[in-house]
């Protein structure tokens, strides 16, 4: 009696394959990144990042209403600041009438129900390119920590609902806790970059801020003292597991598709929605290949999303989140 189980049966029609399908990456799962610059009228493509761009805040405005009519209820900030405007504390981050601030009221009214949430970090507002204030070679922690922590309140003030610390100072999530309680910002959420590597697949990302480490004498050339070592798994538990227990709401692990096994790990370990973060080079890799005609573009971008939900992300930030709704249909 060969064979009684036959595991092909499960798979002998497109209907069969939908009712058995584990893993169905839909609109709600996106977190879309937006890039803003100051201007009027400006969508600036970013060369490394083919169909991404960077937006005004008219533009911006244009943009969070598509997205929102497209199923899409949740963006992540970022602004690109002028050179003229960095310095090694990033103080311009605290300007009450600075880009982000701005970039946070424009998006909460022209669509008020879009879930707002901002990177907090220096570097977009460092003029060393660090997400920490420099000193002697080193990115001083706990100085950081504090001014993040106003950072993450004033996006509170301007109306952000969560704010995303990407910088992987130690102990920052209970100084932004502490700081948001202490302002009466009880219910602003923290999604922490609780896991986040050093990774060269950043790349795109920095030229579309113009936020690379710069090349000085006694500036680190790198993030690797901040940011994990890629060779460690036990570590991003270790990470993940403090931040929970300063305060974060939501977890995030990135970049997305080399470090899924971190994200099951992750998933399997801690109670807290898991975020993955599918960043800049993951997204140009896909887009330059298409380009070439070498890989089907929205084949191979819905196999990417499937697998980093399959691994157990609860929430995908993703510069493919519009190019995956289209693709639906
Ligand atoms: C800044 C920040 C970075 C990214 C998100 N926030 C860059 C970095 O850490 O150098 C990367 C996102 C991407 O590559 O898409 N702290």
Known sequence: MYPLIRTRRLRTSASIR?????????????????????????????????????????????????LWN?????????????????DNKGTE?????????RAIKTVKNACPQMLVMTDVALDPF????????????????????????????????????????SDMMDGRILTIREALEDEGFTNTGIMAYSAKYASAFYGPFRDA??????DMANVPKDKKTYQMDYANRYEAIRETQLDIDEGADIVMVKPGLCYLDIVREIRNEVDVPVAVYQVSGEYAMVKAAAEKGWLDHDAVMLEQLTAIKRAGANIIASYFAKDFVRSLG
Not at 52 to 62: G, I, N, P, T
Not at 70 to 86: A, E, I, T
Not at 134 to 156: C, F, K, P, R, Y
């Open 18 to 66: 939908r009712l058995v399908r584990e893993t169905i990456v839909t609109p709600d799962d996106f977190l879309v990144p937006l890039f803003v610059t100051e201007g009027k009228g400006i969508r600036e493509e970013i060369p490394s990042m083919p169909n991404y761009f960077r937006l005004s805040l008219d533009q911006l405005e244009k943009e969070v209403k598509e």
């Open 70 to 86: 497209m199923g899409l209820c949740s963006v992540l900030l970022f602004v690109k600041v002028d050179d003229k405007l960095k």
């Open 93 to 101: 981050a605290l300007n009450p009438n600075g880009l982000m601030q």
């Open 126 to 165: 460092s003029s060393y390119g660090h997400d920490g204030i420099v000193a002697e070679g080193q990115i001083l922690n706990d100085e950081t920590a504090e001014v993040l922590a106003e950072m993450s309140v004033s996006h509170a003030q301007a109306g952000a609902d969560f704010v995303a610390p």
């Open 209 to 214: 801020l113009d936020s690379a480490p710069v």
